[in-house]
C-alpha cells in the first residue's frame, strides 16, 4: 500500500458506501492512531485488505475511547490495540496497566492470609514502625528472622514469641513480618487465636473441623495472635493448642505467637489451671516447652498506641 491517507480517503469516498456507513466511518479513517497504524504497517496491508478491516478499525476506535474514558469496555481491564494477522488488520486486548497492579496486589495480598485479623496488618510494614528503645530490639529480631528465613527457606528457624501488654504494637509487628515476606513469595498465615479457638468449638460435631484445624497447623508460616486473651478450655489447650504445636515442632515449622502474657505468665497463669479450676503443671509445661522449642521471646514495651 502506497499512500496511506489516499486509501483512506478513497475508502470514505467509495459510492457504494452508504451515508450511514460512510458517517460511522468518517471518523475511523480520519483517526489518528489509525491513520498512524496503517503507515507503519503499509507494507503488509493493502487498499482491499484495510477495507475488509472496516469493522475491525470501527471496533478499535470505539473500544479505545470507552477505555480512555473509563466506561464499560468488551473487555473489562483490557486495552484494545491494532495488529496485523495474515495481511489483516484485527483488534488485539492487551491486559492494562491497572489490571496488571491489581493483580499483582491480589497475588500479594493472598500470601497473607488471616483468620479474623484486623485489616491493618494489611498496611503494617517495617518502615513505618517506630522503633524507640524498647521495640527496637522486637525489630531488629523480626528483621533477623526475615533475613535468616529468606536466605534459606527450607531450614528451621526459630521464629518469635512477642510479649507484651495492650497496644504496644504485636499484632502490628506480625503484620509487618507477614508482607515483607510477602513481598518475597512466602505465604504466612495469621490467626487471631481466641477467635479461631470459639470457631473450632462451634465445629465441634460438624465433619468440618479436622480441615480446619489442618490448614491452620500446616501453614507454612503461621502466626498466633493473642495467645492468652481469653480463658481456654483443656479441650482447646489440648486438642487445638496442643495438636498445632506438635504438630508444627514435629515439621519444624515457623510459629510466631502474641500474647499480653510473658511466657512463664502464659504458662503459669493460662495453660496450668483449667476450667474446673485444676491445677495441671505437667500439661502446662509440656505445651510451653513447645512454645520454646518454636519461638524465642521478645517483650515488647511502650506506649498505647491504641487511638480509642
Ligand atoms: P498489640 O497487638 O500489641 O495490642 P497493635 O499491634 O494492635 O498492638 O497496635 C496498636 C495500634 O497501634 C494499632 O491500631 C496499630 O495500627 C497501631 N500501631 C502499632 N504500631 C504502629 C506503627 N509502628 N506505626 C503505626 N501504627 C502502629
Ligand atoms: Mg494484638
Not at 496511506?4 to 450511514?20: A, I, N
Not at 465433619?207 to 492468652?228: Q, R, T, Y
Request: glycine share 4%; aromatic share 8%.
Amino acid at each position: 500500500m502506497e499512500n496511506v491517507r489516499k486509501v483512506l480517503t478513497e475508502l470514505m469516498s467509495k459510492r457504494k458506501l452508504d451515508t450511514k456507513f460512510q458517517n460511522l466511518m468518517s471518523s475511523v479513517y480520519e483517526d489518528a492512531d489509525v491513520l498512524a497504524f496503517c503507515e507503519a504497517h503499509k507494507a503488509e496491508l493493502s487498499s482491499d485488505s484495510v477495507a475488509r478491516s472496516a469493522s475491525k478499525l470501527y471496533e478499535y476506535v470505539q473500544e479505545r475511547d470507552k477505555f480512555n474514558r473509563h466506561e464499560p469496555t468488551l473487555m473489562p481491564g483490557y486495552q484494545p490495540v491494532l495488529i496485523v494477522n495474515n495481511h489483516m488488520i484485527e483488534v488485539s486486548y492487551k491486559p492494562s496497566k491497572q489490571l496488571l497492579a491489581d493483580e499483582k496486589q491480589r497475588e500479594f495480598n493472598s500470601r497473607v492470609k488471616s483468620v479474623n485479623m484486623p485489616k491493618m496488618i494489611r498496611r503494617a510494614h517495617f518502615e513505618d514502625f517506630y522503633p524507640d528503645e524498647n521495640r527496637q530490639s522486637a525489630l531488629n529480631a523480626a528483621l533477623d528472622f526475615v533475613q535468616a528465613y529468606e536466605t534459606d527457606p527450607h531450614h528451621f528457624h526459630k521464629a518469635l514469641y512477642l510479649s507484651g501488654s495492650f497496644g504496644v504494637g504485636k499484632t502490628y509487628l506480625l503484620g509487618a513480618i507477614a508482607n515483607e515476606l510477602a513481598s518475597q513469595e512466602f505465604v504466612s498465615t495469621l490467626v487471631h487465636f481466641p477467635s479461631f479457638a470459639v470457631e473450632m468449638k462451634n465445629a465441634i460435631g460438624e465433619n468440618n473441623l479436622a480441615e480446619k484445624l489442618n490448614i491452620i497447623k500446616e501453614a507454612p508460616i503461621l502466626m498466633l495472635d493473642d495467645v492468652g486473651a481469653d480463658a481456654m478450655s483443656s479441650w482447646v489447650r489440648d486438642e487445638v493448642l496442643g495438636v498445632i504445636l506438635e504438630y508444627r515442632m514435629q515439621n519444624e515449622l515457623p510459629t510466631f505467637f502474641s500474647s499480653n502474657f510473658s511466657m512463664d505468665q502464659l504458662e503459669k497463669e493460662h495453660l496450668q489451671i483449667n476450667q474446673r479450676g485444676e491445677s495441671e503443671p505437667l500439661k502446662a509445661k509440656r505445651l510451653m516447652e513447645r512454645i520454646k522449642f518454636l519461638a524465642t521471646e521478645v517483650t515488647m514495651v511502650g506506649v498505647n498506641r491504641r487511638q480509642s
